[in-house]
């Protein structure tokens, strides 16, 4: 079994460097940090969990509150925070929660019957009585790709990345463009604001009806939400998703109706999860940090728990436009 010993001999460092770096303090270069980390990783060593619980008097027991609905973007992020996690000696309670006020309570109640060093969201609640409850009992939380108010944050900027995937499509000379998203949460309601601020830029009017919000992120809604928009009125050219799923569902109507993409509709996505680029055609999405976000929620925790309390503020991470083959120019 790999112990402290053998990852500072393999590191050339001492086992005190190395057990810093386990147990999340800050006086560690980050280059070394990095180095340990990843000998961590490699050599699979898992520390003891039990002897660290007693002498720190900690659970190392980490929540995560995600929605029973979870897409393939949380799928994708929740493994690379898992395993993260994992490096730092925690293991993980998932707690499911649907899209309303029951629902949130049950997870509540749950939340308060477990032993937790500290709660990851990778969904977004609403009841303020959960951010009561996680300040009255000093429990850390990290938001992970969405803000919320008073949780130290990991995420991209959602309006910019939404104006410039928006801006994309009206530079490929688009002028009716079309979105499908949701306001439940803050990051549909932020990428819608990009879609509309896009178009204000760009001295187009905005208008409302060019938006449909569904209540969930998913390729079933996605689907539901083309079909309104062609029941409404053909008279588009390019659609803006607020995620990949959403996009997905968009295209499967769009072929069974008969129409060409990007020949007739251009179609842009925003996660980029790992099946957009399979898709026939090639999926042109915002491209999110998925691995660095993962990285950073876990970590960032990790700190909260052994004392960091950092700045206070979010950690805003870079996006990228991919362009595939989803979009062109309009004829």
Same mark, same amino acid.
């Given at each position: 079994?790999?112990?402290?010993?053998?990852?500072?001999?393999?590191?050339?460092?001492?086992?005190?460097?190395?057990?810093?770096?386990?147990?999340?303090?800050?006086?560690?270069?980050?280059?070394?940090?990095?180095?340990?980390?990843?000998?961590?990783?490699?050599?699979?060593?898992?520390?003891?969990?039990?002897?660290?619980?007693?002498?720190?008097?900690?659970?190392?027991?980490?929540?995560?509150?995600?929605?029973?609905?979870?897409?393939?973007?949380?799928?994708? &992020?929740?493994?690379?925070?898992?395993?993260?996690?994992?490096?730092?000696?925690?293991?993980?309670?998932?707690?499911?929660?649907?899209?309303?006020?029951?629902?949130?309570?049950?997870?509540?109640?749950?939340?308060?019957?477990?032993?937790?060093?500290?709660?990851?969201?990778?969904?977004?609640?609403?009841?303020?009585?959960?951010?009561?409850?996680?300040?009255?009992?000093?429990?850390?939380?990290?938001?992970?790709?969405?803000?919320?108010?008073?949780?130290?944050?990991?995420?991209?900027?959602?309006?910019?990345?939404?104006?410039?995937?928006?801006?994309?499509?009206?530079? &490929?000379?688009?002028?009716?463009?079309?979105?499908?998203?949701?306001?439940?949460?803050?990051?549909?309601?932020?990428?819608?604001?990009?879609?509309?601020?896009?178009?204000?830029?760009?001295?187009?009017?905005?208008?409302?009806?060019?938006?449909?919000?569904?209540?969930?992120?998913?390729?079933?809604?996605?689907?539901?939400?083309?079909?309104?928009?062609?029941?409404?009125?053909?008279?588009?050219?390019?659609?803006?998703?607020?995620?990949?799923?959403?996009?997905?569902?968009?295209?499967?109507?769009?072929?069974?109706?008969?129409?060409?993409?990007?020949?007739?509709?251009?179609?842009?996505?925003?996660?980029?999860?790992?099946?957009?680029?399979?898709?026939?055609?090639?999926?042109?999405?915002?491209?999110?940090?998925?691995?660095?976000?993962?990285?950073?929620?876990?970590?960032?925790?990790?700190?909260?728990?052994?004392?960091?309390?950092?700045?206070?503020?979010?950690?805003?991470?870079?996006?990228?436009?991919?362009?595939?083959?989803?979009?062109?120019?309009?004829?």
């Amino acid at each position: 079994m790999v112990s402290i010993k053998d990852i500072a001999k393999q590191a050339g460092m001492s086992p005190a460097t190395v057990s810093r770096v386990i147990n999340g303090k800050n006086n560690v270069n980050p280059d070394k940090r990095d180095q340990i980390l990843k000998i961590i990783e490699e050599t699979g060593y898992v520390p003891n969990k039990a002897a660290r619980s007693m002498v720190l008097q900690r659970s190392f027991t980490v929540g995560i509150i995600i929605n029973d609905t979870f897409n393939m973007f949380q799928r994708q &992020l929740f493994s690379v925070i898992e395993r993260r996690l994992g490096f730092f000696g925690y293991h993980t309670l998932f707690f499911f929660v649907q899209f309303d006020g029951a629902s949130e309570e049950a997870c509540l109640v749950r939340l308060k019957s477990e032993a937790l060093d500290g709660i990851i969201m990778i969904h977004e609640m609403k009841d303020p009585r959960f951010y009561a409850y996680a300040l009255e009992m000093r429990i850390p939380l990290v938001a992970s790709t969405f803000s919320t108010q008073g949780v130290l944050s990991i995420h991209v900027n959602e309006e910019q990345a939404a104006f410039d995937a928006v801006s994309h499509l009206i530079s &490929l000379g688009h002028r009716k463009i079309c979105m499908i998203s949701g306001g439940g949460f803050s990051f549909g309601r932020q990428r819608a604001e990009g879609f509309f601020q896009a178009h204000e830029a760009a001295g187009l009017e905005r208008n409302e009806n060019r938006l449909i919000q569904v209540p969930y992120y998913t390729i079933e809604f996605g689907m539901y939400g083309m079909r309104e928009f062609l029941l409404r009125d053909r008279d588009f050219s390019a659609l803006f998703a607020a995620t990949d799923e959403l996009a997905i569902g968009a295209l499967r109507v769009l072929r069974d109706e008969g129409l060409r993409v990007p020949e007739d509709i251009s179609v842009v996505g925003f996660d980029d999860i790992e099946i957009a680029d399979y898709l026939i055609p090639r999926l042109t999405t915002i491209r999110q940090p998925l691995d660095e976000i993962g990285e950073q929620t876990a970590l960032t925790l990790h700190k909260l728990i052994n004392g960091y309390r950092g700045t206070g503020m979010d950690m805003i991470l870079p996006y990228k436009l991919i362009i595939r083959e989803s979009t062109a120019r309009k004829i």
